[in-house]
């Protein structure tokens, strides 16, 4: 009896010493494993684009549908454009008018109308000439008409008319002279050419032509609306022949790569996380599937616990607001989806995140 007492207390000794053993070792490998590594939980988020048109007409044709993954500048949606192509034909021919008239200031007076103005000037000045010698011919025959009219060989009406004959030649002459001075100022302004003052106002509404046209040309280059990145539509708001305008949106686009989790870091834990740190997220939706991630946002500023993930534990437990990035190129991490986060300590330095990470990733 002795015996069996002695051995049933030797084997409790043992059962007990194997599961000190036990907890022992899971005590290590758990402490050693809170040691290597940070576990966080989130939700998955994404950024959102309504995208709308740059101005107001209705649609003629929306070319995706709701679900439908697109890449950066791709047509999404044209609006009727007849309105705006009929402005730009109308600016285009005001463009080439004002060249024209532009071309011709600078390009001064053609040598046909100088040599016309020239012409002109000489026939004038011949006019003048010829009214000069009528001039002194009538004053010629007044002198003697005069002289007879004294001795009473003549009557003084014929003295009389030889009077008025002179003054109609000398106005005559007169005339003859203002048209020679004007074709004067004629051909010099010819020789000239236009005023400079002409020559800027033409170009400065040249230059205002060219604004209208380059205006009207963005208002039909806006008549069609591109995706400014890659995502998923995930919403269609309005169809063909509704009337767009820049406030009313037609699609939401989802930029889901690169997607985030939204999680909260324990202010403890802060000095263990850095920027660039390579992380991996597990959601429930694909067990036993693994994606890398890394941390990309940890906020300056603590705050409470939110109470989307407030335990018992952490109701009074200041947290960071933290984003663990992840690409998404098969669509499978969706907005709202809860995750895991694992950002492992050992041999995980901070590393600079590139601009465009996904393409690297």
């Given at each position: 009896?002795?015996?069996?007492?002695k051995?049933?207390?030797?084997?409790?000794?043992?059962v007990?010493?194997?599961?000190?053993?036990?907890?022992?070792v899971?005590?290590?490998?758990n402490?050693?494993?809170a040691?290597?590594?940070?576990?966080?939980?989130?939700?998955?988020d994404i950024?959102?684009?309504?995208l709308?048109?740059?101005d107001?007409?209705?649609?003629?044709?929306?070319?995706?549908d709701?679900?439908a993954a697109?890449?950066?500048?791709?047509?999404?949606a044209?609006?009727a454009?007849?309105?705006?192509?009929d402005?730009?034909?109308?600016?285009?021919a005001?463009?080439?008018?004002?060249?024209?008239?532009?071309?011709?200031?600078?390009?001064g007076?053609?040598p046909?109308e100088?040599?016309?103005?020239?012409?002109?000037l000489?026939a004038?000045?011949?006019?003048?000439?010829a009214?000069k010698?009528?001039v002194?011919?009538?004053?010629?025959?007044?002198?003697r008409?005069q002289?007879?009219?004294?001795?009473q060989?003549?009557?003084?009406q014929?003295?009389?008319d030889?009077?008025?004959?002179?003054?109609?030649?000398?106005a005559?002459?007169d005339?003859?002279r203002k048209?020679?001075a004007?074709?004067?100022q004629?051909l010099?302004?010819a020789?000239?050419?236009?005023?400079?003052?002409?020559?800027?106002?033409?170009?400065?509404?040249l230059?205002?032509?060219i604004?209208?046209?380059a205006r009207?040309q963005?208002?039909?280059?806006?008549?069609?609306?591109?995706?400014?990145?890659a995502?998923?539509?995930?919403d269609?708001?309005?169809e063909?022949?509704?009337?767009?305008?820049?406030q009313?949106?037609?699609?939401?686009?989802?930029?889901d790569?690169?997607?985030?989790?939204?999680a909260?870091?324990?202010?403890?834990?802060?000095?263990?996380?850095?920027?660039?740190?390579?992380?991996?997220?597990?959601?429930?939706?694909?067990p036993g599937?693994?994606?890398?991630g890394?941390?990309?946002?940890i906020?300056p500023?603590?705050?409470?616990t939110?109470k989307s993930?407030e335990?018992?534990?952490?109701?009074?437990q200041?947290?960071?607001?933290v984003r663990?990035?992840?690409?998404?190129?098969?669509?499978?991490?969706?907005?709202?989806m809860?995750?895991?986060v694992?950002?492992p300590?050992?041999?995980n330095?901070?590393?600079?995140v590139p601009?465009?990470p996904c393409?690297?990733?």
């Open positions: 009896m002795a015996a069996k007492k051995i049933r207390i030797i084997a409790v000794v043992v007990a010493l194997a599961l000190i053993g036990t907890f022992a899971r005590h290590f490998w402490v050693r494993s040691r290597s590594s940070i576990t966080l939980y989130g939700n998955i950024r959102q684009v309504q709308a048109f740059n107001s007409e209705r649609i003629d044709k929306l070319l995706v709701e679900g697109v890449h950066a500048g791709q047509l999404v044209r609006l454009a007849q309105r705006f192509r402005a730009v034909d109308r600016y285009r005001d463009v080439a008018e004002q060249k024209q008239i532009v071309a011709r200031l600078l390009a007076s053609r046909e100088i040599s016309r103005a020239r012409a002109e000489a004038a000045q011949a006019d003048v000439e009214a010698a009528n002194e011919n009538s004053r010629a025959l007044y002198r008409q002289a007879l009219a004294r001795k060989y003549v009557s003084l014929v003295s009389d030889a009077r008025r004959g002179l003054l109609v030649a000398q005559g002459l005339a003859k048209i020679a004007a074709g004067g004629v010099r302004l020789l000239l050419g236009p005023r400079k003052e002409d020559i800027s106002a033409a170009k400065a509404k230059q205002s032509e604004a209208l046209l009207a963005k208002d039909l280059a806006d008549t069609q609306l591109y995706a400014p990145a995502g998923v539509i995930q269609r708001l309005l063909p022949g509704d009337m767009a305008n820049p009313t949106p037609v699609f939401t686009l989802a930029l790569n690169p997607v985030w989790v939204r909260y870091l324990p202010e403890p834990e802060l000095g263990k996380v850095a920027l660039g740190m390579r992380a991996w997220i597990s959601t429930d939706s694909f599937k693994r994606f890398r890394w941390v990309g946002f906020s500023v603590a705050e409470f939110p993930v335990t018992t534990q952490l109701r009074s200041l947290v960071y607001r663990i990035y992840a690409c998404n190129p098969d669509h499978r991490l969706r907005l709202g809860p995750a895991t694992d950002i300590l050992e041999g330095p901070a590393h600079a601009a465009r393409e690297t990733h």
